[in-house]
């Protein structure tokens, strides 16, 4: 009897299951057929930042605030970097998209625990990060440092990389005072207490040339042609990206558009850039974005690409003095396959 009434039970569930089906099939047919357009279509993809909005990133905002991201059938969120950084974010799966640098990256790269991060497209094609002095203090080779100090995160790549260009020089590095300091302002910085500062030219050169101060200003790509890494990159969840290649695509185009409007059109994409963050100044905003119009793309053979030799030569750099736990295979890391011609 309790086998005949469960059976009862289980056919008159399976009667009511199928009449939903057929219910629910023929009261939303329109919806039945969007969902025959690409997976992809007005997807929700998330951009997280490297730092606070700068001309570095001017191509994304501009991509959004132009409708490049919604010609692409994508709604994006830029978003701002949690405490430990666009890479574990976006390693963990927290956000599809995000900016990092090849220094940053290598030890990722180098462990046995990698997180799943892949290089899509070099933002800036060239490494314009140096150090910067005020031009009264001399100091306009790499040797020159001794006997000053410099502000140090306290980084071994930062600092090897420092070693490497002041010893090239015939400089003494141990006749570097380090002295550990976070600098957010480099103009208040340089006037009074540190000597030498680590900067990315784009913006905080640009700064103190706005500010009127007088530098030297030493190029790290100058001092050695693995030094000439890619700084800032466009990252992307691996993971994601194999599942998701098209909308990878999509994303890549829409902001490929973005930077090349801002090759064109510098002061229409300040404009834009200041609209997203007016807390910037305008005026530093404004020379940082001509200035970059030149660096976006510079000599590469379009926008995002990334120069195997050049990218490998940084990280081979790296393991043959010792500041990853192990050598990175050659090509690893990144890839052009994402790009749009």
């Not at 730092?51 to 570095?56: A, E, G, L």
């Not at 380090?178 to 680590?198: C, E, F, K």
């Not at 101060?213 to 800032?232: H, I, K, M, Q, V």
């Not at 940084?314 to 994402?338: D, H, M, Q, R, V």
């Amino acid at each position: 009897m309790k086998n005949i009434k469960r059976k009862s039970f289980y056919l008159i569930a399976v009667l009511l299951m199928l009449l939903s089906v057929v219910t629910s099939c023929s009261t939303n047919e329109p919806q039945k057929q969007d969902t025959n357009q690409q997976p992809d279509e007005n997807q929700k993809i998330r951009i997280v930042l490297d730092w606070t909005p700068n001309t570095n990133h001017t191509g994304l905002y501009v991509a959004q605030a132009k409708g490049y991201f919604a010609e692409q059938g994508l709604e994006v969120e830029i978003m701002q970097p949690p405490e430990g950084g666009a890479e574990a974010l976006v390693g963990g799966g927290g956000a599809e998209f995000g900016i990092s640098f090849q220094d940053t990256l290598a030890p990722n790269f180098a462990s046995a625990n990698s997180m799943p991060i892949t290089a899509v497209a070099a933002l800036i094609q060239h490494n314009t990060s140096g150090i910067i002095s005020l031009k009264e203090d001399g100091i306009d080779s790499p040797a020159k440092m001794a006997g000053h100090n410099y502000a140090t995160w306290d980084m071994p790549i930062e600092q090897a990389i420092i070693r490497k260009i002041v010893e090239d020089d015939g400089g003494n590095f141990d006749e570097i005072e380090m002295v550990p300091s976070t600098v957010t302002d480099v103009i208040t910085a340089l006037q009074t207490d540190i000597d030498t500062v680590w900067v990315y030219y784009a913006w905080d050169g640009i700064a103190t040339k706005v500010k009127g101060l007088d530098t030297n200003y030493l190029n790290f790509a100058d001092y050695g042609s693995e030094l000439d890494y890619y700084s800032p990159v466009l990252i992307t969840n691996t993971n994601y990206a194999q599942e998701n290649p098209e909308t990878v695509k999509k994303a890549l185009a829409a902001i490929k558009q973005g930077y090349e409007f801002a090759i064109e059109n510098p002061e229409d994409a300040a404009k834009i850039l200041l609209e997203a963050a007016p807390e910037l100044d305008s005026e530093i905003v404004a020379e940082s974005q001509k200035w970059l119009a030149d660096q976006y793309i510079a000599d590469a053979q379009k926008w995002g690409y990334i120069d195997q030799e050049r990218w490998d030569g940084f990280y081979g750099w790296l393991f043959e003095n010792k500041l990853i736990e192990s050598e990175i295979p050659k090509g690893a890391g990144f890839t052009n396959l994402y790009l749009v011609d």
